[in-house]
C-alpha cells in the first residue's frame, strides 16, 4: 500500500468555534482531523505532520519557502508517493504557486483546505483531505506539478485562484478550467498542465510590492516604495495593460532605478499585451522596460517576482522568466 505525507499546516480546516468570542480559531491537531477521514487506510498508509497551525492571513513568504524545504524532504523519501498540506484558503493559492515553482520532482504534491471550520454543519475539511489523499497516490497526478483539491476538483496551482469569499467551489481556473476531478475515490485528469516552471532558488527576495491602479491614481505610492527599497514591483494595471499617464512616469523612474517593475491585468481573466500607444498605454511601459506578467494574478506575480530577484540580479534573466518568448517584437 502507498504511503503518503500529510503535513498540516493550519487554516479553517484546523479551526471550530470558540464560544466565548463567536469565531472560528485553531484548535484542531492534525490526529483529530486525519480521525475523520473515515476508511483512507483501505487506500494509503498515512505519516501525519504538523508544520504549523497558522491562519491563512499569517502565511509569509518565508514561511512559504520554509515549508518547501519541509516537504522536500519528503519528496526525497523512497517509500513516500506524494505528500498532501493542509492550508488557509486566504493565502493558498500564494504558497501552493510558491512549491509549484521551487519544487522539482514527479511525485504529487497536493494542496488542500477547507471553506467550513469543525463547529460548522457540512464541514469539508475531511472530504478535501480524503480527495487530495486519493490523488497523491494517483500515477496519474505525477509530473503535472503542484496541485490544488478542493470540493473534489483539481486545479493547476499556477492556474487556480479563489474567487469567492464563502463557496465550496471558490477555488477556480478562469482560463482553462480545473485539470480533473475526484470521482470514487479515483483522480481523474482530462487534460495536462499548460506550464510546468521551475526557479532554482532556497530563499525569496521579500522587498516586492504590490499596487492596484484605479482611475486618476498617480505616482505616489510607486514613489514611495522606490524610497523604501524595493527591490521589485508588480502593477495590477487596467484592461489589456495600461495605468493613469501620471502613474506611468513612477514607473518610468523606479525602472531608471534598477527596480524590476512586472505588470498584469486587474481582470479576472486574460493577458498583458502592448496593444495601446498613448501615454500609460502598454506599449509605452513595454518600450520603458516594463516586464508583461502574461495571465498571472497579482498576487501570484509578487511571489514569481520574490523567487526570481532572489535568483538573479539580472532583468533579462528576469524577464525572460515572466516573458519566455510570448511577447514579440510587433510592428
Known amino acids: 500500500m502507498k504511503k503518503v505525507a500529510v503535513i498540516f499546516n493550519g487554516g479553517t480546516i484546523s479551526m471550530t468555534l470558540d464560544p466565548r468570542i463567536k469565531a472560528a480559531v485553531p484548535t484542531l491537531s492534525g490526529e483529530e482531523i486525519m480521525s475523520m477521514v473515515t476508511g483512507i487506510e483501505k ?25 518547501s524545504k519541509y516537504i522536500q524532504k519528503f519528496l526525497t523519501r523512497e517509500d513516500i508517493c506524494g505528500v498532501v498540506v493542509t492550508h488557509g484558503t486566504d493565502s ?15 511525485k504529487p504534491v497536493i494542496v488542500t483546505g477547507s471553506m467550513r471550520n469543525g ?3 457540512g464541514y469539508d ?7 487530495a489523499i486519493c490523488t497523491a497516490i494517483s500515477k496519474e497526478a505525477r509530473n503535472r506539478g503542484v496541485l490544488v483539491c478542493l470540493n473534489d476538483e ?111 491585468s486587474r481582470c479576472f481573466k486574460g493577458r498583458v499585451l502592448d496593444s495601446y500607444g498613448y501615454p500609460g498605454g502598454g506599449k509605452e511601459l513595454r518600450n520603458a522596460g516594463v516586464i508583461f506578467g502574461d495571465s498571472l494574478p497579482g498576487q501570484k506575480a509578487r511571489i514569481k517576482l520574490m523567487l526570481a530577484l532572489a535568483s538573479t540580479t539580472d532583468l533579462k534573466e528576469i524577464k525572460h522568466m515572466f516573458e519566455d518568448g510570448r511577447y514579440k517584437s510587433r510592428i
Open 154 to 264: 483539481l486545479n493547476c496551482a499556477s492556474e487556480v485562484t479563489k474567487s469567492h469569499s464563502m463557496h465550496l467551489n471558490t477555488f477556480q481556473s478562469p482560463e482553462f478550467g480545473p485539470i480533473g476531478i475526484i470521482d470514487n475515490n479515483e483522480a481523474i485528469f482530462y487534460r495536462d498542465s499548460l506550464k510546468k516552471e521551475h526557479i532554482k532558488t532556497d530563499k525569496v527576495e521579500t522587498r516586492v510590492d504590490l499596487i492596484k491602479a484605479c482611475a486618476g491614481m498617480d505616482s505616489k505610492l510607486i514613489d514611495f516604495c522606490v524610497k523604501e527599497g524595493a527591490r521589485g514591483i508588480v502593477i495590477e494595471a487596467m484592461g489589456r495593460g495600461n495605468i493613469p499617464p501620471e502613474m506611468a512616469e513612477g514607473v518610468e523612474t523606479a525602472i531608471e532605478k534598477g527596480v524590476a517593475v512586472v505588470m498584469v
Open 43 to 67: 487506500y494509503a498508509q498515512i505519516e501525519s505532520y504538523t508544520f504549523s497551525n497558522l491562519p491563512g492571513p499569517h502565511m509569509t513568504p518565508e514561511l512559504m519557502m520554509d515549508l
Open 92 to 106: 493558498l493559492e500564494e504558497t501552493a504557486y510558491l512549491l509549484h515553482l521551487t519544487i522539482n520532482n514527479p
Open 125 to 131: 475539511g475531511p472530504a478535501n483531505l480524503s480527495a
Open 119 to 121: 463547529s460548522e454543519l
